[in-house]
């Protein structure tokens, strides 16, 4: 499955495992890349030092490339200091506009990539200089950043940006997905949701066991749902109790919403957790997990089973391989 895209990143396999903010720590990132993908650290609110550490542990567990993830709703000049200066080959941009950080990475030697939600950030993104484009479709978990699902999307952006390889977000859980993503024109995967489901997953166990359980009509697009530490920034979450109660009482706005302000649970890293805070269940927390932020994408129903990040990679690529070869006119 080598191409052009896995040239330019110096990995074997046309699959990055999407940054997860909470998520994701230096072991799911380097089993990864250690299995031919590309990993994605998400370090974009830690300290300096917890960024050196991360980065450091990861450089431990492998010698491939991996990809640190910074998300430009907060400033992150210094942080992209940190990794250069530690040497991380690949910066991933996600949300906001990165001005002239683009190019200020490349300066360095890194390869660039900006997700996108829509052809024209694309070709905007491509006018900064980004390596690669990440077209995130609307299906997708997490934060979202357009309104278009990726089966429209994906063309639109590699028509908008000739060359430039884009890959491809929102959905894809399976080897099909990761076929469908290459006849759409694009070089890659950019896979999140599904490594929620493996054993590398720095997430909750209820969140996890979810996960597993719910279907692909189980989540929900808000725009402002859970925007307690992060406002006005769209979102797709695991349908829940919170949504359910919000909906229930005729989809307030912010400040008149049920329960605003409770505290649901608690953290030994974060602390008290809030009703409708943006926060990804970690394993320590507790009270009322099932009414926290579960990000999901809608690919949930082909996620039935708990895998090493490794064993992930390896089945989607030798799927996607024989789905292609297979294919009859
Ligand atoms: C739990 C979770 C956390 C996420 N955090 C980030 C993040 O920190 N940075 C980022 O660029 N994208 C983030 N995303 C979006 C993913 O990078 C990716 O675009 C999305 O997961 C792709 O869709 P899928 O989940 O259907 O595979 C997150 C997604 C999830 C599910």
């Known amino acids: 499955m080598r191409n052009s895209l896995c040239h330019m990143l110096g990995i074997d396999i046309p699959i990055v495992q999407a940054p997860m903010g909470g998520a994701v720590g230096p072991r799911m990132a380097a089993a990864v890349s250690n299995a031919g ?3 994605t650290l998400p370090l974009w609110l830690g300290s300096m ?3 050196r550490e991360q980065v450091r542990e990861t450089k431990s567990l492998t010698s491939q490339p991996f990809a640190v993830n910074l998300n430009m709703e907060h400033p992150q000049e210094e942080r992209l200091e940190a990794c250069l200066e530690e040497g991380v080959p690949i910066i991933s941009f996600f949300w906001k506009e990165p001005s002239d950080l683009i190019a200020r990475a490349k300066k360095s030697g890194a390869v660039v990539m900006q997700t996108v939600g ?3 950030d694309a070709r905007i ?3 900064k200089g980004a390596d690669i484009i990440v077209a995130q479709g609307w299906e997708s978990g997490g ?3 357009g309104t278009v699902a990726a089966m429209p999307l994906i063309p639109s952006v590699v028509d908008a940006v000739g060359d430039l390889p884009v890959i491809a977000a929102g959905g894809i859980a399976d080897g099909r997905g990761l076929a469908a993503a290459l006849a759409l024109g694009a070089s890659g995967a950019w896979i999140g949701t599904r490594f929620l489901a493996c054993e590398e997953a720095d997430i909750n166990s209820l969140y996890q066991d979810s996960i597993l359980s719910a279907t692909e009509n189980q989540t929900s697009y808000q725009k402002d749902l859970f925007d307690v530490g992060w406002r006005a920034a769209p979102h797709r979450v695991l349908r829940n109790s919170t949504v359910d109660q919000w909906e229930a009482a005729g989809s307030p706005s912010s400040g008149e919403r049920p329960g605003e302000g409770d505290t649901i649970g608690k953290s030994r890293s974060r602390g008290d957790i809030v009703r409708y805070q943006s926060y990804t269940p970690a394993p320590d927390a507790e009270g009322n997990v099932e009414a926290m932020s579960m990000w ?3 690919g949930l129903a082909m996620i039935n089973d708990v895998k090493s990040a490794g064993e992930i990679v390896r089945e989607i690529s030798e799927d996607a ?3 292609i070869l297979n294919l009859k006119m």
Do not use: M, T, Y
Request: hydrophobic share 45%; glycine share 14%; aromatic share 0%.
């Open 49 to 51: 030092d917890q960024l």
């Open 125 to 127: 993104a491509a006018d």
């Open 143 to 145: 934060h979202v950043c």
């Open 296 to 298: 999901a994408g809608q």
């Open 37 to 39: 993908g590309l990993g």
């Open 321 to 323: 391989k024989a789905i």
């Open 118 to 120: 829509s052809a024209e």
